[in-house]
DNA sequence: TTTTTTTATGAAAACGTTTTCGTAAAAAAA
DNA sequence: TTTTTTTACGAAAACGTTTTCATAAAAAAA
């Protein structure tokens, strides 16, 4: 084995110089109350001077924590994601806490692997956004069974006895589509993310029986169902917008759907708000300055991190089991732009 | 001490059931020549059987290596950045290795802070791009001296010998220039994110020569140099745009710093392209359904992000010391669209 | 004063792996 | 046949911490 030129810095060299045991400089460095202020002082300089940094590895095997969290999201590409990370991050830093963040890119066996990746106490809890694909949430009940805290946010997992937070998806759904039908649309689109998930379903329900409550029947070919296959969007959000019962609006569940029938529009010269009105859920940045300005239902990305992960925090600290029930929904707000203008 | 009630599962416990030694399993596991196959085959099928999965920290303690890497951005909810990760990802995933996502928010004190966290062993390699604060990188150096990996990407620190993967900023910036004169604009205001990163200053250079090159004097207040403060950029913004030496066009070096120009001009009542004309850097996914859609210099994110994953892991495996000279240059693409348009 | 308690420290075990080294048994070479 | 090599496994050390436990010295109580 190759031995490394630079200088190697452990427990065992630090207490060598200092002239102490291994375990008083370990029990100084953690501020033990078993080690006096003085020695504590001398400790904590000399570290700092040799530069010592523990090895993570070793103080997590023994202690068997790891002061970390993981986020599992569909992508950061994504405002409402990103947004919720920060939110969990500013938690976790006050609690001396680092975050791992993971990527699903929508695939659910992709989310099979980090699970498996994290059964082995990685972590010490963790926060969850589930796949448009995932159908099946088995691989979650093996990390709950390991006693890995575990909470779920905005896409959440109905089966799964544990703290979910989420956002008031059937009432969102339901205003923002009294708003399109106040403006005298009558054949609105639903354009859906997947047919598992049950933020899809919620909103589908508001959907629907705001149409009822107008009398209108919903019709099946103004539904479209999406997934991973952007290019397939595209086509069918253009078969829509060209199909004989044409659309008078566009009810997009994610920002994604939103941009893709704008890009659509824009090909086939459809006018927005004259031809057709688009509303989205959606926290993109760039919603106020979209030629026009993009109707959206907004979800408080940021809050829901922070929500999340301060439950996941109770979970981790003090093992509440009974916080499973622990569902907290919180608003999005309706935020009327140019997209849905009046139809002149 | 709490004894869980879940079944533990670890080499011991399975060696245990398989009535094998310690050592014998844990070299069936990692696929080691030493083992018959009859054993290697028994073993893998009792660990799936018994859902074991390796404690990281353990092996990661004892084999000396993390299999992770860590990618240091200022912030993921930026497309460039967000691309660039997926591009290290998919080059990492190729290895069996792990991707960790730090975030400095822009800030010196986290990246200093990041940089500690990791200085223990904790990751095999680094990919960074720097804050737009930083102005001294001394705890970079830290990381080499303790023979860490580090490669730069897109804001490199000029003065640590590493790997460094950039775009053509200087002649991107020289070529967005030229679109620019050429549509006649004589009063160009520059948008900096920083007085210290290269790229501020590569792209900086390419704007002056380009302005030089059509004998036009550069003027003072028409160079803006932005900060973190959201709030305080759109003012200078503002002030520049009502100022009596109004530009005719804004070249601006970062996505973050058009979209705020949007907002003001939508606020002024300023009228783009006709008013002033916008061009910037940008990897935006709504840059062409903006209003109007916005002229981009835009960079090849995904590739830079793969490339230097690439380039790492050539240090991490080979220890390739002369790979430091090692310095990628991609290109950029000048997207042109409706915000550089022609004055009516 | 003596006894008890408290304080501050060190020795050693433990966390769960990987890896080195030793060694029977089997196979190959002599 | 005997000797050498190879194969397949196990015992034990090592990775760098934290934590338990034992124990001298100091302080407090008797």
Request: net charge positive; proline share 3%; aromatic share 6%.
């Amino acid at each position: 084995m190759l031995r490394l030129a630079y200088i190697i810095m452990n427990l065992k060299e630090l207490s060598k110089v200092l002239k102490l045991s291994i375990s008083t400089v370990s029990k100084a460095l953690n501020d033990s109350s078993e080690i006096s202020a003085a020695t504590k002082k001398k400790v904590v300089a000399k570290a700092k001077a040799l530069n010592y940094h523990a090895n993570p590895f070793a103080s997590n095997l023994r202690s068997q924590k790891s002061k970390t969290i993981a986020v599992i999201i569909p992508a950061i590409a994504n405002n409402f994601f990103s947004l919720a990370i920060n939110g969990a991050e500013s938690y976790a830093q006050g609690k001396d806490y680092h975050v791992l963040i993971y990527q699903t890119h929508e695939e659910l066996q992709k989310e099979i692997a980090i699970c498996k990746h994290l059964y082995n106490g990685r972590v010490d809890g963790i926060m969850v956004s589930l796949t448009r694909q995932t159908n099946d949430t088995a691989h979650f009940l093996d990390l709950k069974k390991k006693g890995i805290p575990l909470v779920f946010f905005d896409r959440v997992a109905e089966k799964i006895d544990a703290p979910k937070i989420t956002t008031d998806d059937y009432e969102s759904a339901f205003i923002g589509m009294q708003h399109l039908l106040k403006t005298g649309c009558k054949k609105i689109a639903f354009l859906s993310i997947s047919d598992t998930l049950s933020i899809s379903n919620k909103r589908h329900d508001g959907f629907i029986d705001a149409l009822k409550k107008h009398k209108i029947k919903p019709e099946k070919n103004l539904m479209l169902a999406c997934d991973n296959d952007e290019n397939a969007n595209k086509k069918k959000i253009k078969k829509l917008l060209t199909q004989k019962n044409k659309p008078d609006a566009i009810f997009a569940c994610v920002e994604e759907l939103a941009i893709a029938s704008y890009e659509i529009c824009e090909e086939l010269k459809i006018k927005i708000p004259q031809d057709v009105k688009i509303i989205s859920y959606s926290n993109l940045q760039t919603a106020s300055i979209l030629n026009p300005a993009l109707t959206t239902i907004t979800q408080p990305a940021y809050e829901i991190g922070r929500k999340a992960a301060s439950i996941l925090f109770r979970l981790i600290n003090k093992k509440e089991p009974n916080l499973s029930e622990e569902n907290t929904v919180l608003k999005s707000t309706l935020i009327v732009r140019k997209s849905t203008g009046e139809k002149k």
